[in-house]
């Protein structure tokens, strides 16, 4: 059983930047692929960003618009979601997530981002962003 554990959530202007961190409990990360994911008021629950563990990524882009950027730390064992040009419509609990394994890479991007393809999730962290 792996534990994630979110921070960095928020409240800021429209425009402002934040930085979201996730940790996770393993000894060793066994090539799962990560992601965030989020959920607004009265909004379904969506993908925002995965990253495979050699660093390749996939972007919800419409939601993303080249705002937001997902890496790793492993030997922190630690996810980031860098989010610049925060507008009102990111305001959500924004989740970690990590599958029980690699999503492979040839299923492609909405597999990649599909939230029944994680089997680990974080309690969330708060991002509001006030205009």
């Known amino acids: 059983q792996v534990q994630l554990v979110e921070s960095g959530g928020g409240s800021v202007q429209a425009g402002g930047s934040l930085r979201l961190s996730c940790t996770a409990s393993w000894h060793a990360r066994n090539r799962n692929t990560m992601g965030w994911f989020r959920q607004g008021p009265g909004k379904q629950r969506e993908a925002v960003a995965s990253?495979?563990?050699?660093?390749?990524?996939?972007y919800a882009e419409s939601l993303v618009q080249g705002r937001f950027t997902i890496s790793q730390d492993n030997a922190k064992n630690t996810l980031y979601l860098q989010m610049n040009r925060l507008k009102p419509e990111d305001t959500a609990m924004y989740y970690c997530a990590a599958a029980s394994g690699a999503i492979p890479w040839g299923w492609g991007p909405e597999l990649r981002l599909e939230a029944r393809q994680y089997n680990y999730w974080g309690q969330g962290t708060q991002v509001t962003v006030f205009s």
């Open positions: 990253i495979q563990d050699d660093g390749r990524t996939t």
